[in-house]
């Protein structure tokens, strides 16, 4: 089993930025690949941005050009770098990881909130 744990949401003005992050830790575990989902109220939970192992990374195309997933392989962490936000952008996020033996673990969610 992988445990995953979130830190860096918030409160923060349209326009403004945040980082999130998210630590993987477990025992006998490789990473095929990690990434970011989100849900706000009443929504499904969507894709935000994925990357693989290799670096390979896709988009949502409501956040392209804006957030920038990125992965440090050797501490099993990956990030969100989250820039010119929108109060569309409010939501739950949620770290998810795929192990190469086709295991998914999701981290309990970090809030995130723009105000107009």
């Known amino acids: 089993q992988v445990q995953l744990v979130e830190s860096g949401g918030g409160l923060v003005q349209a326009g403004g930025s945040l980082r999130l992050s998210c630590a993987a830790s477990?025992?006998?575990?490789?990473?095929?690949?990690m990434g970011w989902y989100r849900q706000a109220p009443g929504k499904q939970r969507e894709l935000v941005a994925t990357?693989?192992?290799?670096?390979?990374?896709n988009y949502a195309d409501s956040v392209k050009g804006r957030f920038t997933i990125s992965r440090d392989n050797a501490k099993n962490t990956v990030s969100l770098q989250m820039n010119s936000l929108k109060p569309e952008d409010t939501a739950v996020y949620y770290c998810?990881?795929?192990?190469?033996?086709?295991?998914?673990?999701w981290g309990q969610g970090t809030q995130v909130t723009v105000s107009s």
């Open positions: 477990g025992n006998s575990f490789s990473i095929y690949a």
């Open positions: 990357i693989t192992s290799g670096g390979s990374t």
């Open positions: 998810h990881l795929i192990t190469t033996r086709g295991g998914n673990s």
